[in-house]
């Protein structure tokens, strides 16, 4: 029986406009305004001397711009394989096609930070530029698009949580969704707005902590560790919140009511407590010289100082 209060999902449509045969949809429009806002972000991070104290920047502004290109690639094309292989693998036999057809929704996180890391291991490798270091930069930018993305999957009505009686508990159920389906997949029962906590938690705060280590702490100084912050958070968020969001039906049950995406998350818990641990017991370089500071070659070398 559902509780005397709960809240109705809005009657949001996944179309922000149309224009004549063609529709913006809201989750396209939250991936390009995270690839955006991610890279003016990053590049950002680059040009903020003070935020290099004991190593240049990685690689330059400009070659940012050119990383743009690759991991809007990795994003979109890991995201979409990824969630065709971890969580809908029927859909290679049962209809290829649909494969392509990102538009529709169905993009997999761990499958993006895999195409990610494929797209920018082939440009650190082009450019002869840190991996690591590399990285640092662009997972401090990730939460924006992450935030934006799961506010969309909200908007989408899909992605919900399990059953739960707290006053925020909400119906997913519009007329949106039942003109979509035919009927409510959700059902009637108020739901956890899953989403929004992933949102919250894997976005906004992640983004802050994120903002701390490398405004406040200066962690880009040392190799790894804001990759590793990323990882730690990102994986204990979503382990955490998983235990809240409905599995997709699809899936085989798991024993010890584990998801796939506890599993998936699980190596980058692993992964990112070592970097931070590696990353920390690294001694730093000498400081930088404050001329040396301002300067963002491609090579990493200080600019040569004025007479």
Same mark, same amino acid.
């Given at each position: ?16 406009v ?14 390009i305004s ?11 991070l680059?040009?903020? %001397?003070? !935020?290099?104290?004991?190593r +240049?920047?990685p690689?330059?502004?400009e070659?940012?711009?050119? @990383? =743009? #290109?690759?991991?809007a ?16 693998p029927?859909?290679i036999?049962?209809d ?10 169905g ?28 990285a ?9 698009g ?35 389906y035919?009927?409510?997949? %959700?059902? !009637?029962?108020p739901?956890? +707005?899953s989403q ?7 976005? @906004? =705060? #992640?983004?802050?902590?994120?903002r ?17 912050i ?21 899936m085989?049950?798991f024993?010890?009511g584990l ?25 730093l370089?000498?400081?930088l ?5 301002a ?7 200080p ?5």
């Amino acid at each position: 029986m559902p509780p005397a209060h709960y809240l109705t999902f809005p009657n949001f449509d996944p179309i922000l406009v149309h224009l004549g045969p063609f529709a913006i949809r809201w989750y396209a429009l939250a991936y390009i305004s995270g690839i955006l806002l991610g890279w003016r972000y990053a590049t950002g991070l680059l040009k903020n %001397a003070r !935020l290099w104290t004991h190593r +240049p920047p990685p690689f330059s502004p400009e070659q940012m711009d050119d @990383l =743009v #290109l690759w991991i809007a690639i990795g994003v979109i094309g890991g995201g979409r394989l990824g969630d065709v292989i971890f969580y809908n693998p029927t859909i290679i036999w049962r209809d290829p096609l649909e494969i392509l057809k990102v538009w529709n929704g169905g993009m997999s996180f761990h499958g993006g930070v895999i195409g990610v890391a494929i797209a920018m291991t082939i440009f650190a490798w082009k450019n002869r530029l840190d991996l690591l270091r590399m990285a640092d930069v662009v997972c401090a930018a990730y939460p924006i698009g992450h935030f934006l993305g799961r506010i969309a999957n909200f908007i989408n009505g899909e992605l919900w949580g399990r059953p739960t009686d707290l006053p925020w508990g909400m119906v997913f159920c519009n007329q949106q969704i039942q003109r979509s389906y035919g009927y409510c997949p %959700a059902g !009637l029962a108020p739901r956890h +707005p899953s989403q929004l906590y992933e949102a919250f938690f894997e976005g @906004l =705060v #992640l983004f802050l902590i994120l903002r701390w280590a490398t405004h406040r702490a200066k962690l880009g100084n040392r190799r790894g560790v804001v990759v590793g912050i990323f990882l730690a958070f990102y994986g204990a968020f979503r382990i955490a919140i998983e235990n809240l969001r409905e599995p997709d039906s699809w899936m085989p049950q798991f024993p010890l009511g584990l998801t796939m995406g506890m599993m998936l998350s699980t190596p980058m818990l692993i992964v990112g407590l070592y970097l931070i641990w590696r990353g920390m017991r690294e001694p730093l370089p000498p400081a930088l010289p404050a001329r040396a500071e301002a300067a963002t070659p491609a090579d990493g070398t200080p600019a040569p100082k004025s007479a």
